[in-house]
């Protein structure tokens, strides 16, 4: 297993890694500029991602024999972009959108779990599908757990990003009235922030780690491939783009208004790029983790020389949790 991940690792597939990384910018510039005429547009694209790297980390968990609830996790995703739009027309607070999804999670996991007791011969013949070894309850325990996780990360993590998208349209407290009014797409910067971060940390993480070397992260559970000077070098890559999305947006009256109106100044944005940085690497080292525990490089093949679709979203869909609660922050 070893050397299959040295291959892989070959600068023959540092070209289609670009080439591809090429083609992954243009698809998400051309959903921003598709977001100009609705916001359910990008909509689609969250959804999508969100239920193929649903897909991947429930296969990688089949792999590892942990069976899982393929409807549930199917059907958890679909429930929460429902109560997205539900709550975006409706103008419900950020608050009551995140609990009323985790109230779902768990109403959804205590039916999971008791049902195959309830209906016991039902439950007899998963298990024996499953090959699994152990009592029924055990089994109804164990099927549950895995299924939550997979509906925990990635899809709630990701649900974030529906709140990032509708962040003018869902109700933020005291000072609403005082940006939406200011005719800023406050969910368009914060969408920009979180992908523009993410990227460029994952970018110079690979080109520090690569060009720069230096020791290695004494942990040997993460992987062969992870060092320190990519580590800082992910997290001084998503800094440098939390300058460049704040000399963006600043550059349009509409946006500088709001920020002399906040006294947000560049440094609120480098201090946000910073943790931004800090999130989406621990993500990577938390996805690495998971996918040693199941002896394999790549959550797929789907993308020539990237992996999977959780491969390039393993430290996006932690970053959007940091995005929001630092727009929160800022904007409540």
């Known amino acids: 297993m070893e050397e299959k991940q040295k291959v892989t690792n070959t600068p023959a597939n540092f070209l289609p890694r ?8 243009i698809v998400l510039v ?20 969100m239920v193929m790297c649903a897909i991947e980390v429930e296969n990688l968990l089949h792999k590892m024999d942990r069976p899982t609830h393929y409807v549930a996790v199917a059907l958890y995703p679909i429930l929460i972009f429902i109560c997205t739009i539900i709550s975006a027309e409706s103008g419900l607070n950020y608050a009551y959108l995140i609990l009323l999804n985790v109230a779902i999670l768990v109403v959804m996991a205590l039916l999971l779990f008791a049902l195959p007791l309830i209906f016991s011969k039902w439950g007899m013949r998963a298990k024996a599908r499953d090959n699994f070894d152990g009592s029924l309850a055990y ?36 000072v609403a009235e005082t940006y939406a009014n200011s005719g800023a797409d406050i969910g368009l910067m914060a969408l920009v922030l979180m992908f523009a971060t993410s990227m460029f940390a994952d970018t110079f993480a690979m080109l520090t780690g690569r060009f720069v070397g230096g020791p290695k992260i004494s942990l040997t559970k993460l992987g062969p491939g992870k060092s320190w000077a990519g580590l800082i070098g992910g997290i001084i890559g998503a800094c440098i783009a939390s300058v460049i999305v704040f000399a963006i947006f600043n550059a ?13 100044t560049i440094w609120t944005f480098l201090l946000g790029g910073l943790f931004c940085g800090i999130f989406t690497m621990g993500g990577d080292l938390f996805s690495s983790f998971f996918k040693r525990k199941a002896v394999v490089k790549d959550y797929s093949n789907l993308i020539p020389g990237h992996g999977g679709i959780m491969d390039r979203c393993n430290g996006l869909l932690v970053n959007a949790v940091l995005v929001f609660t630092f727009f929160i922050i800022l904007f409540d």
């Open 139 to 174: 089994y109804a325990f164990q099927k549950t757990m895995n299924t939550v996780f997979v509906c925990l990360w990635p899809t709630f993590l990701m649900s974030f990003m529906f709140i990032l998208n509708h962040f003018n349209s869902l109700d933020i407290s005291g």
């Open 30 to 49: 051309g959903f921003f500029g598709l977001r100009i005429l609705s916001e359910y547009v990008f909509d689609v694209l969250i959804a999508c991602l």
């Open 18 to 25: 670009i080439l591809w990384g090429a083609v992954i910018l």
């Open 252 to 264: 349009f009256d509409v946006y500088s208004n709001l920020f002399n109106s906040f006294n947000y």
